[in-house]
């Protein structure tokens, strides 16, 4: 009951923000509301540890100063995309969006064959689908149910307007994703969180553990493999969206190293845009020698015993 009491204020608390804040021009609300988000997330110790091991593994060149603002410029990205899902509808129709690579989109829908979209906790990936729905394509996207139940219910409602199906991850919605793809839809999956027990595949230069299920997919239907990336250009108030080139068929572990390589260039072009939160690079305990990671490395996931995929773990 106390945890039912607990979501439904943390609902109300943004219902409320949502409410209050509906006439505000958008990039001058994130703005404010990210800023905040840097300083309370730098207040927070538990969030500054995760992001600090995470850099010390994959940029131990930055020194103490430059961890901690990249720690702060992340969590102010992160309070831009709560503002843009607590204003979602404005956000679809508000949002200036320069998109590059739709022929390819395009292409896909027509000959029938469908794509699976891939990307990453980066920028807000609904740009993405809110420029593929302006070009008359609809894109669904599959993703994890929000924690809070409330929230979750209210995202179930906003979020399809951006291109249906909205499903969940699991075996219905995973069932539904496929389906759709089969029938030559187009659907959205982020796949740069670590599921337990799927195979080691190199990101940003160490083995994380990485779902090959978009690539199985892909292969199966028969469906284009096409990394899609939306970069907030606050610079600019717009979104810079990119449809990259199709991931050539191949062994679905060498298509997801390939994903992989695409996500980690889109960080390293512009680190503060991605969520550092995660743990993306985590083992189970059967895998932490250093022994297994210098394998993963080498061979691009090969360490890994186990297929199953299991939960994901943020």
């Known amino acids: 009951m106390a945890t039912r009491a607990g ?43 995760r992001v600090g091991d995470n850099l010390a593994l994959v940029r131990p060149d930055l020194d103490a100063p430059a961890r901690r603002r990249l720690t702060r410029d992340a969590a102010a990205q992160f309070g831009r995309l709560m503002v843009e899902y607590a204003q979602f509808r404005r956000f679809l129709r508000e949002i200036e969006i320069r998109a590059e690579g739709l022929d390819r989109l395009a ?38 149910a929000f924690n809070n139940r409330y929230i979750d219910r209210r995202a179930m409602v906003v979020i399809p307007e951006a291109g249906r199906p909205v499903l969940q991850k699991g075996p219905r919605g995973m069932r539904a994703f496929l389906e759709h793809v089969e029938r030559g839809g187009i659907a959205m999956v982020l796949i740069d969180q670590r599921n337990t027990g799927a195979p080691l595949i190199p990101f940003l230069g160490h083995p994380a553990e990485t ?35 199709e991931v050539p068929p191949a062994d679905p572990r060498e298509m997801m190293a390939e ?56």
């Open 7 to 49: 979501e439904w204020l943390v609902y109300a608390l943004g219902r409320s923000f949502a409410a209050l804040t509906r006439f505000v021009p958008l990039w001058p609300l994130e703005g404010a509301f990210g800023g905040l988000c840097g300083l309370l997330v730098m207040a927070v110790p538990g969030f500054r540890r």
């Open 107 to 144: 292409e896909a829908a027509a000959s029938g064959r469908g794509a699976v979209l891939v990307t990453a906790h980066y920028g807000n990936w609904e740009a993405a689908r809110i420029a593929a729905l302006r070009a008359g394509i609809e894109c669904g996207i599959i993703y994890r």
């Open 211 to 245: 779902v090959t299920i978009a690539a199985e997919l892909a292969r199966r239907t028969g469906a284009a493999l096409i990394p899609v990336v939306a970069r907030r250009n606050t610079a600019a108030r717009r979104f810079d969206v990119r449809f990259e080139p």
């Open 259 to 314: 994903v992989n390589r695409r996500i980690g260039a889109w960080i390293e072009a512009d680190p503060t845009q991605w969520f550092w939160f995660h743990r993306r690079w985590k083992l189970r305990g059967s895998l932490r020698r250093s022994g297994d990671r210098r394998r993963a490395t080498r061979d691009g996931g090969g360490g890994a015993a186990s297929a199953r995929r299991g939960d994901r773990d943020g």
